[in-house]
C-alpha cells in the first residue's frame, strides 16, 4: 500500500502540471501523512541537509565551464577540428558531429548545452551540403546524449551522492561505454547515409590541418587537463570541475580573446540558473528519498521481483526495461533522483556491483532524453536547428535502437564495463 501511496501521489501531481521538485516534495509530504509522521521541520532538514555536501559544488561549476566554453569558442574550435579531420570522407560531416560531441563531451558532460553547439553549427552545413536534414538532426542529438555518460558527468555526480557511490569509480566506468556509443553512431550512420547523394568536402592541407589543430589545442587540452588530474589523484572530480570553469575562462578571455569581461555576468547567470534548477530537484528528491527508505520501500519492491534476484543478468534488463519506460515521461536529473534510492538495495541483494548498475542506469536515463514525449534534446536540436519535432523524431530512430543495443549488449556482457574501469581506476 504504501508503494502505492508513492507512486500515485507523485504521478498524480505530475498529471496535474505540477512541476516535477514540487512533485517530489508532495509525494514526500503524502508519504508522510500517510506514515502518521509528518513534521515540517524534518522536510526542511532533508532539504538543508540534502545538498550540503561538497561533492555537489562540481555540479556548478562544471555547469559554469560549459557555458563559457560555448561562449568563448572553444566549442567552435573543436568543431573545426573534427572538420579538418574527417570533413573529406564521405559522410564526413555526420563523422565530425559524432567525433565533436565526443569530444564535448569530455569537457562539459551537459547533453542540452552540447547539442545546442553542435546543432547550431553543423545543420546549417550539413543542409547546405545535401545531407538528410531529419537524420542529421536525430544524429546529433543522438551524439549529444554521450556527454553525460563520457566523465566528467554531473548525472554520474547526481547518482554518486544519492547511492553513496565513488564518483571517480563512476567516471572512470564511463569512459568506454561512452566511446562504445560514440561508435554505434558512426556504424549507423555509415549504413545510413550511404545512399545520400552529397558532396564531400575538400581535404584539409596538411600545413592547414596542422593551424586548426593549433588553434583547438588548448579546447583539446581541457578534457586532458580534467581526466588526467583525476585518475593521477591530483584532483576530485569536485575540484577538477573549478580547474574545468577557471581554464575555460581562461582560454576563452586570454586566448582564443572571444570572451570579454563585459560577458561574464552573463554567463555567470545563465549558469547560476540552470544550477538552482538542479539543485532544488535534488533538495526536494532527498526529502522523497529518507521517506522511501523510512517507509522500506525497496523491501516491498524486492518482494514483487524477488524470483529475479538470484538471476542478476535478467534483473537487470527488467530494471533497464523499466528505466527506459520512466525516461519517456521524466527528464534525467528526476529519473536519477526518484529510482536511485528504490532500484540500489535490490541491487545490493542480487550481488550487482553499483558501479556497474549506475553506469548502465545512467545510460538509460541519457537515452531518455531522446524518446518523446518528453525528450529534452530532441526539442533542443528541434529549436537550435529549426528543424520540425515529429521529423526530428523520425531522423533519430536509427541511432536511439543503435545505442539501446550497445546498453543491453552491455547488460549480457558486464566485463565490457568492469574490466576497463578496474584498468582505469
Avoid at 10 to 34: E, N, R
Avoid at 88 to 99: E, K, N
Avoid at 395 to 424: K, M, Q, S, T
Amino acid at each position: 500500500m504504501t508503494l502505492l501511496v508513492f507512486i500515485s501521489s507523485l504521478l498524480g501531481a505530475m498529471a496535474i502540471g505540477v512541476p516535477v521538485a514540487f512533485s517530489l516534495m508532495l509525494c514526500g509530504i503524502t508519504l508522510m501523512w500517510y506514515m502518521g509522521m509528518f513534521n515540517s521541520q524534518i522536510i526542511a532538514q532533508n532539504m538543508i541537509a540534502g545538498v550540503d555536501t561538497f561533492t555537489l559544488l562540481a555540479i556548478p561549476f562544471f555547469i559554469l565551464a560549459g557555458e563559457l566554453m560555448n561562449s568563448g569558442g572553444l566549442s567552435r574550435r573543436i568543431i573545426d577540428f573534427a572538420i579538418a579531420c574527417v570533413g573529406h570522407i564521405r559522410g564526413g560531416l555526420g563523422l565530425v558531429a559524432i567525433a565533436a560531441a565526443v569530444i564535448m563531451a569530455s569537457i562539459s558532460g551537459s547533453a542540452a548545452a552540447d547539442t545546442a553547439a553542435l546543432a547550431a553549427v553543423l545543420i546549417p552545413m550539413m543542409a547546405k551540403a545535401g545531407y538528410n536534414v531529419p537524420r542529421s538532426a536525430g544524429l546529433i542529438a543522438a551524439g549529444g546524449i554521450i556527454a553525460p555518460i563520457i566523465p566528467p558527468s554531473m548525472a554520474f555526480i547526481v547518482f554518486g551522492v544519492a547511492a553513496n557511490v565513488s564518483i571517480t569509480k563512476l567516471f572512470m566506468a564511463g569512459v568506454v561505454p561512452g566511446l562504445m556509443m560514440g561508435i554505434s553512431l558512426v556504424i549507423t550512420w555509415l549504413f545510413v547515409a550511404r545512399k545520400d547523394n552529397v558532396q564531400p568536402l575538400p581535404r584539409v592541407p596538411g600545413k592547414e590541418r596542422l593551424k586548426v589543430t593549433g588553434r583547438a589545442a588548448w579546447a583539446l587540452g581541457m578534457p586532458v587537463i580534467i581526466l588526467g588530474g583525476i585518475k593521477a589523484g591530483v584532483v576530485t572530480p569536485t575540484e577538477a570541475a573549478v580547474v574545468a570553469a577557471m581554464y575555460a575562462m581562461f582560454v576563452g578571455i586570454f586566448i582564443y580573446k572571444e570572451l570579454k569581461f563585459r560577458d561574464l555576468p552573463g554567463v555567470f547567470l545563465q549558469a547560476a540558473k540552470t544550477t538552482a534548477v538542479i539543485m532544488f530537484l535534488v533538495c526536494a528528491a532527498l526529502v522523497s528519498a529518507w521517506l522511501i527508505t523510512a517507509a522500506n520501500i525497496p523491501a516491498e519492491v524486492s518482494g514483487y521481483i524477488e524470483p529475479l534476484i538470484d538471476r542478476p543478468k535478467l534483473l537487470m534488463l527488467v530494471i533497464m526495461v523499466l528505466v527506459l519506460i520512466v525516461g519517456t515521461a521524466l527528464d534525467l536529473t528526476p529519473t536519477i533522483l526518484i529510482l536511485t534510492p528504490v532500484l540500489l538495495p535490490i541491487i545490493k541483494m542480487a550481488g550487482i556491483d553499483p558501479v556497474y548498475f549506475g553506469v548502465l542506469f545512467i545510460m538509460n536515463t541519457c537515452i531518455g532524453l531522446l524518446t518523446p514525449p518528453v525528450g529534452v534534446v530532441l526539442n533542443v536540436v528541434s529549436g537550435v536547428g529549426r528543424v520540425p519535432l515529429g521529423r526530428v523524431i523520425h531522423g533519430v530512430l536509427p541511432f536511439l535502437l543503435a545505442e539501446i543495443a550497445v546498453l543491453f549488449l552491455l547488460v549480457l556482457f558486464p566485463d565490457l564495463v568492469l574490466v576497463p574501469a578496474r584498468w582505469l581506476y
